[in-house]
């Protein structure tokens, strides 16, 4: 049955109209259509940006009809928009609000051709929809300019994307990274920095600075992977991952392999998917990155892994097949993680650390194209003072900034200040709170967190000799000083100990 055209045009024309031809539906008890008609109107009705952020918590889905489909998509359409008005910064929000109009674009053809019966019922609705999304970018860019606003490209808290022309430097990495990836006894890499120091930025960036023979695939060992409650979903959960990650990063489509594929047994079949891999590569090699490999050992030591199935599969891996190179990442050295050690022969390590000094003076002064804020000189050399070139805390700090200038008068907006700069810090280490907070919890324990608190009491830059520590902490400084120096917290400079980040040391001398 189709749905009638009395209703369709009803629907089509105005809200009130609509109502009354659902009301005539439901007299005759057409139950299903009156659900259709009802969705379509709910559709039809949404007349700004924030309804049809909200209109996916009333869309019935229901699993018997074929407008489902349809149906998803205004669904995912709506969710995507309520993302993007989450978005704090105007840039942002236009950045997300473009994407989502691209994707409605593309629906657009999909409905065009789709020989779903109700596609062309449903078809006006999506044209409006991008209509109403179109216009309120317009307007977007308007206020923005109008208001001399300036687009806060920052972003913290998320790893950067491909896409997020945000990301700066790390060549130096990437050439260390290929060098060793030419070495003829493949060794296995290890890209070690601290937390929230660029690793996921990096490797999903990657492919830009590599060549093109290499073929990335990023894979994070946190979440659905590890959590899998068998190998079944382990394996599949990878093979998932290198499969998106080849799609993104070089267009390469992956033979495909499915969990009743894999549940048969599971090594066995994981391992002649990867033998058909190798036939897709041409000439190619792969660079496997598994982001997060704590999570597996924590996975292993729960007991929901075996050792020597999994890291012994990793190992057969690197030994025996020459297309394929890996590189583990995390924020702890392998001598930490010993049992990987005994599996990972050889590993070559590759630091990452603070930007350059220019790659930080680029996220600050022109992270983007045609941004609008201007530093004066002292501004500047304060940020980086403050920050140390921390990628996380450069965003951060700058974030705040251009927060606080878009809250100022608009005659003085597009000049920040050492003023500014130092108005910041409190938004910066509040805005920031979980980042600190790690530290103290997780990256040092009680003895650490109370030596970092004596130094930071000391104030801005200020050294603290080894015979005041062994004094003040008699028991413990040695081996205490010995994890803050490992976790790039603090360095040694002329017989004492200072922190390497300003920031991070008016957190620790903040009172609790
Ligand atoms: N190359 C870069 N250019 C600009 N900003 C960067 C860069 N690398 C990292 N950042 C900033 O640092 C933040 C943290 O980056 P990312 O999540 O990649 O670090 P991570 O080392 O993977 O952290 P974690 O240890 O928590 O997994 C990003 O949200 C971004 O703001
Ligand atoms: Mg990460």
Request: charged residues 25%.
């Amino acid at each position: 049955m189709c749905l009638s055209d009395f209703c369709k045009r009803s629907i089509e024309r105005n809200p009130i109209e609509g109502k009354a031809a659902i009301d005539y539906l439901k007299k005759s008890r057409q139950n299903w259509v009156v659900q259709i008609a009802t969705d379509a109107l709910r559709l039809r009705n949404c007349a700004d940006v924030e309804a049809i952020s909200q209109v996916h918590h009333t869309i019935v889905i229901d699993e018997l009809e074929n407008t489902n489909y349809l149906l998803r998509i205004f669904t995912r359409i709506s969710q995507d928009v309520n993302a993007a008005l989450e978005q704090r910064s105007n840039y942002n929000q236009r950045i997300a609000l473009k994407a989502v109009a691209d994707n409605l674009n593309v629906q657009l053809e999909n409905f065009n051709r789709s020989n779903n019966k109700y596609a062309s019922f449903f078809l006006p609705f999506a044209r409006r929809w991008l209509n109403i999304i179109n216009r309120y970018l317009e307007e977007l860019a308007i206020k923005v300019e109008q208001n001399k606003e300036i687009d806060n490209p920052y972003i913290i808290g998320v790893p950067l994307t491909l896409e997020q022309a945000i990301f700066v430097g790390r060549d130096d990495i990437g050439l260390r990274i290929e060098k060793l990836l030419l070495d003829r006894r493949r060794p296995p890499l290890l890209l070690y920095g601290q937390r929230r120091m660029g690793k996921t930025s990096l490797l999903n960036n990657i492919g830009k600075l590599l060549p093109n023979s290499i073929i990335p695939m990023f894979v994070d060992l946190q979440g659905p992977l590890t959590s899998a409650s068998d190998y079944t979903g382990l394996l599949y959960n990878l093979a998932r991952g290198m499969t998106t990650s080849a799609k993104q990063q070089s267009a390469l489509t992956l033979p495909s392999l499915t969990r009743e594929i894999l549940a048969d047994d599971p090594f066995t079949k994981f391992d002649e998917w990867l033998d058909e891999v190798e036939q897709t590569l041409e000439q190619n090699t792969v660079l496997l990155m598994l982001d997060e490999f704590e999570s597996l050992d924590a996975a292993i030591n729960k007991g929901r892994f075996d050792e020597e199935d999994v890291l012994g599969m990793l190992r057969h891996l690197i030994q025996h097949r020459p297309r394929f190179k890996m590189l583990l990442a995390g924020s702890h050295t392998i001598e930490e993680y010993q049992r990987w050690a005994s599996y990972l022969i050889n590993v070559q390590v590759v630091h990452i650390s603070y930007l350059k000094e220019e790659e930080a003076r680029k996220l600050i002064a022109e992270p983007v194209k045609d941004f609008t804020l201007r530093y004066e000189p002292d501004a500047v050399e304060r940020v980086l003072q403050l920050t140390h070139c921390h990628p996380f805390l450069v965003q951060l700090l700058c974030g705040e900034i251009t927060v606080l200038k878009n809250e100022q008068d608009p005659s003085v907006r597009r000049l920040a200040t050492l003023a500014d700069v130092e108005a910041a810090i409190p938004e910066a280490l509040q805005s920031g709170g979980f980042f600190f907070a790690d530290i103290q919890n997780n990256q040092v324990d009680a003895n650490g967190g109370d030596i970092l608190r004596f130094i930071a009491a000391q104030g801005e830059g200020a050294i603290v000799s080894k015979q005041i520590l062994s004094q003040q902490f008699p028991d413990m400084w040695e081996t205490t000083i010995q994890l803050l120096l490992q976790r790039e917290l603090i360095e040694e400079v002329a017989e004492g100990y200072r922190f390497q980040v300003e920031l991070i040391r008016r957190w620790f001398n903040k009172p609790s």
